[in-house]
């Protein structure tokens, strides 16, 4: 009988990041980035695989509902002093699981490696700000974050839409609601608990995933009508966020949702967790802050993200931070390989990496 608690106790003690629970595959876990298989575990049998799916599942009849309707599930729950977030899929008609450790700390956000411009724009009256990265970029954990930055020095009415929630925040100076997405849950959907907080009268939206042109016209609405939303994209950088909310409309409307992107909009945030050259996660940011060149790129008639990357680069000094700037300080700094930086961008802009890594060498000098 495979011993769940033992497996999870033994994750907590490795820091690591994940574990993955596989049919005829050794329990393995992640730690700073490497799959790593527990020897002492035996191989997981089928058997195992839906002992394990009902260890989870606890005989709830609606996640089990859920299950057998959609073959995945996501959840969260409590281990001890910690929380994990899961989720359940199928592969071959066996369940695979895969639970993600989240820290107890948040950390504060001077020890993310954020740019501080991020954390100002925080008190912003009211826009859109997004923060975007692939799965596992550490989007959660610097949107949390800067919930937090809000929550110890503002009066404001936080309003969280997470799947499933993660970090449990507890309310100081503001007031934070948070509420979980899905099925049995406080929300249905994303879209549904977006419209729904035009009535709930928060300052602060703060949007889990947002995935599709209806969740983000939703998004939009809530910033157009006088609030502040955060929101994330799986986006690998600024300019494909942008292009990416474009094509989720139609090309006769997308003139229209240009304007209110460039009017609304008011920071894009991309980042990147490297593994650095002391086996640590090195945060790999990129911002675009949203000024008069930035907006007058986005509303063009044709959309260029070259065009859009070219703007960010030239307006270093406005709180833009390119991705071949943050590249260079890393590098600078010891952090990363040099072969790591060249290996994050394409070979037409490995020179201009080079000459300014020159620059930053330069002026320490």
Excluded: W
């Amino acid at each position: 009988m495979i011993n769940i608690d033992k497996i999870m106790k033994t994750a907590i003690e490795n820091n690591a990041s994940d574990i993955h629970l596989v049919c005829d595959r050794k329990p393995s876990i992640r730690v700073a980035r490497v799959l790593k298989e527990l020897e002492y575990e035996d191989i997981l049998t089928e058997a195992d695989m839906f002992e394990i799916y009902e260890y989870f599942i606890r005989g709830n009849v609606e996640k089990d509902s859920e299950y057998q309707r959609s073959k995945q599930i996501d959840f969260s729950l409590q281990y001890g002093e910690v929380r994990f977030r899961g989720n359940i899929s199928s592969a071959d008609d066996v369940p695979v699981l895969t639970l993600r450790i989240i820290k107890n700390e948040l950390p504060r956000f001077e020890e993310l490696g954020v740019p501080d411009i991020v954390r100002r724009m925080m008190y912003q009256p009211q826009g859109l700000i997004l923060v975007t990265g692939k799965t596992n970029s550490g989007k959660t954990t610097t949107l949390n974050a800067l919930i937090n930055e809000v929550n110890e020095n503002e009066p404001k009415k936080i309003l969280t839409l997470e799947k499933p929630i993660e970090f449990k925040h507890k309310s100081k100076k503001s007031l934070i609601v948070q509420k979980e997405v899905g099925i049995g849950k406080d929300t249905l959907t994303f879209r549904d608990g977006v419209k729904n907080s035009l009535r709930e009268d928060c300052d602060i939206l703060v949007i889990g995933e947002i995935r599709d042109k209806e969740t983000m016209e939703a998004a939009i609405d809530m910033a157009e009508s006088g609030h502040l939303v955060l929101g994330t994209l799986h986006t690998k950088s600024c300019a494909e966020t942008i292009d990416r909310i474009i094509n989720f409309y139609e090309i006769r409307d997308q003139a229209s949702v240009k304007y209110l992107i460039s009017s609304l909009l008011k920071l894009v945030v991309s980042q990147r967790l490297l593994k650095g050259l002391e086996n640590n996660l090195v945060l790999l940011p990129e911002i675009m802050v949203v000024d008069n060149v930035v907006a007058s790129c986005i509303r063009k008639e044709k959309f260029s993200v070259s065009e859009l990357e070219d703007a960010i680069q030239s307006s270093l000094g406005k709180g833009n931070v390119s991705l071949i700037n943050s590249l260079a300080e890393l590098y600078v700094a010891n952090k990363i390989s040099l072969e790591q930086a060249k290996s994050q961008i394409e070979e037409k802009n490995i020179e201009v990496l080079n000459r300014t890594i020159m620059q930053m060498k330069m002026k320490k000098m």
